[in-house]
């Protein structure tokens, strides 16, 4: 079972296509920073925070048989906090240079879809998710490109053929969903949704992956991997992959 006291971060990974297209959206319209890349991997977070990865990416091209979504999407919206001024600036900065991956507009923040079409919201605490007309937003003051300093993955929601089956997931994690088919695995709220699509549970596609979890040297992998059905572990009990029926993988890692 998962121990939320033995959980240090939990960041979702997004499987995509072209690097640099996605890269210009991430880096250039969400004022992220690349930490690391390495081989398919990028990690990105705030330009100022101590190098904490806030969600990777994993390059998949068409030519190593990855493709688009076929209907709807595993993942449905990422939720991002930051700063509000921070916020605001990325928002004119995207409605001067590429308006057209604004979704929506809010006193809180702003919808915004990468080349993938995967939806991700930005917004600041203690605001109203108000809707805003594109018309409402002042123009950038400089041509640089905003940054984030830091900001946090609150809310990952997702698309399941069965809320059973995600119901299932919860159990094997030592969670429970609530009411609104939720759970929270290490301060990240993961939601569930049921919906109808056929490449929900696809592992072949540019979708939500997977969430890397990072873990205490304390933490009981062995007791874990007990619980989801064909998981890996490796010898010296540091990393633990788990596939589920979701599509959705789990690896943890101390």
Not at 66 to 77: D, L, T
Not at 188 to 208: C, H, M, P, Q, Y
Request: glycine share 8%; net charge negative.
């Amino acid at each position: 079972m998962a121990n939320e006291n033995g959980i240090l971060a939990v960041r979702p990974v997004y499987r995509i296509n072209n690097r640099a297209e996605n890269l210009a959206f991430f880096v250039g319209i969400l004022g992220m920073k690349v930490l690391l890349e390495e081989g398919a991997m990028v990690e990105l977070g705030g330009n100022k925070s101590a190098r904490l990865t806030r969600l990777l990416l994993e390059e998949s091209p068409a030519d190593d048989g990855f493709r688009a979504v076929q209907g709807r999407k595993r993942h449905a919206v990422t939720l991002l906090k930051t700063d509000k001024q921070e916020m605001n600036q990325l928002l004119m900065h995207a409605k001067a240079v590429q308006p057209d991956v604004l979704k929506d507009i809010y006193d809180a923040g702003f919808e915004a879809i990468s080349p993938e079409g995967d939806h991700f919201i930005v917004y600041a605490e203690g605001c109203a998710f108000e809707k805003r007309a594109l018309t409402e937003i002042a123009e950038a003051l400089t041509e640089e490109v905003p940054t984030l300093s830091d900001f946090e993955v609150t809310t990952v929601s997702l698309n399941v053929r069965h809320l059973p089956e995600a119901t299932a997931v919860a159990h094997a994690l030592g969670c429970e969903l609530n009411g609104y088919h939720a759970l929270t695995l290490g301060g990240v709220e993961i939601l569930f949704n049921e919906k109808k699509s056929g490449d929900l549970a696809s592992k072949e596609t540019w979708d939500i992956e997977s969430f890397d979890v990072l873990v205490t040297d304390a933490f009981d992998l062995s007791a874990l991997a007990a619980a989801f059905d064909g998981a890996y572990l490796d010898a010296g009990e540091k990393v633990l992959s788990a596939d589920t029926p979701l599509g959705l993988g789990f690896w943890f890692e101390k």
